[in-house]
């Protein structure tokens, strides 16, 4: 005990070599902290002490009042170990300032956790602690499949005509302002989901169930596509919604074996409506052909009939003249003409009743006519 009454560090009055113990050799004590340090240079200034202890160790190992196992304690910190601990900070410093944005990326930077700017693709500068970066995918596609194809009863909907449809479907978005999106939405892929079911609820609302089923299905995704853009245009989102793909339109499973009977049932009554059509359309056509083509000749016949007698009574008019010129010649030609007329196309036997005897008074006739077209019929 009386050796340790020279003072705390054992450098009392005594002059034995136990006059060194709690120093480093020279009279110096280990430096210690004043205070608090940032705990990022602390750690890398335990490191480099470390490094330094195991490089200097035997520098360090003897020590120079006589007591070489109490010098080895650690070497002591030198301009050169501070420079050295400076050099790592200025490096790690850089390499949390320093950032790389790709091509289909952008950054938002935060001055003290309020936006700053929007970093472009390339290597960026972001003085760390003060400014901070987040990295967002702005151009690729995101998928939120909507309906029955998350295994819920999701798709289940109302249709304007009281029926209900089961409908998978899914909406792809991407990014157009991070910014916005960074700080205009708490959860962006809920805030999508819930406004996408809310705007394909409002337009089956509106439809009915035949439609929605066969031929309107790119009409309510092009509407389901602008609705929901305007939505997300309202919120400030940043988002932008770039299709949806619409992939089913079924009844639901329950009543699907029914329906499909309906169908059937349906397209049958069709069928047979556009048999009936095709031949009320073909029979009408026929009756209006022959209607008008009644209608023409019966216009012909009018028109002949009127032309006839036109003729005759003009023709009367001029036999009427002559016979008031030469009415005994007129009446006699009138007379031949009409027996022209009437015994003309008849087979004809004269009798002579002056002769006397059986078959004496017979005169058979000649048909000139035919004795005269004869000779034509012999040339052929």
């Not at 970066?133 to 309906?147: L, S, Y």
């Not at 809920?190 to 406004?195: D, G, K, L, S």
Request: charged share 25%; no cysteine; hydrophobic share 35%.
């Amino acid at each position: 005990m009386a050796g340790n009454s020279g003072g705390p560090w054992g450098g009392g009055g005594s002059s034995g070599g136990g006059g060194n113990r709690g120093n480093n050799g020279d009279g110096r004590k280990p430096p210690e902290s004043d205070g608090p340090q940032i705990p990022e240079i602390d750690e890398l200034m335990k490191k480099g002490q470390e490094q330094l202890r195991v490089l200097m160790g035997g520098r360090g190992g003897g020590g120079r009042g006589g007591s070489g196992g109490q010098g080895g304690g650690g070497p002591a910190f030198t301009k050169g170990t501070v420079a050295i601990g400076l050099m790592a900070a200025a490096v790690v410093w850089g390499l949390a300032s320093f950032y790389t944005v790709k091509p289909e990326e952008q950054s938002v930077e935060l001055f003290l956790g309020e936006f700053s700017a929007v970093g472009n693709p390339g290597l960026n500068f972001a003085p760390w602690p003060f400014v901070t970066a987040e990295v967002i995918p702005v151009t690729r596609e995101q998928n939120e499949d909507m309906g029955g194809a998350r295994g819920s009863d999701d798709g289940l909907m109302l249709t304007g005509d009281e029926n209900v449809v089961d409908i998978d479907y899914q909406v792809v978005w991407n990014i157009n302002d991070p910014a916005k999106f960074l700080f205009n939405l708490r959860d962006p892929r809920q805030t999508i989901q819930a406004v996408s079911e809310s705007a394909m609820r409002e337009i089956i609302a509106q439809s009915e169930l035949a439609p929605i089923l066969n031929r309107d299905r790119g009409i309510i995704a092009d509407r389901l596509q602008e609705l929901i853009q305007a939505t997300m245009d309202s919120y400030d989102s940043g988002v932008n919604i770039v299709r949806v793909n619409f992939d089913k339109a079924d009844p639901p499973q329950d009543v699907i074996a029914a329906f499909r009977d309906v169908q059937a049932a349906a397209q049958e009554r069709d069928r047979l409506q556009n048999v009936a059509d095709a031949y009320a359309n073909r029979v009408l056509a026929e009756a209006r052909g022959e209607a008008a083509q009644i209608l023409e000749e019966a216009e012909g016949y009018r028109a002949q009939q009127i032309n006839s007698a036109q003729g005759e009574a003009s023709r009367f008019s001029a036999v009427l003249e002559e016979y008031s010129k030469a009415p005994d010649v007129t009446r006699k030609r009138l007379y031949l003409e009409r027996m022209e007329q009437i015994l003309g196309d008849v087979d004809k036997i004269i009798l002579d009743p002056s002769s006397s005897g059986q078959g004496q008074g017979v005169v058979p006739y000649l048909p000139l006519n035919e004795l005269r077209r004869s000779p034509a019929g012999e040339s052929n």
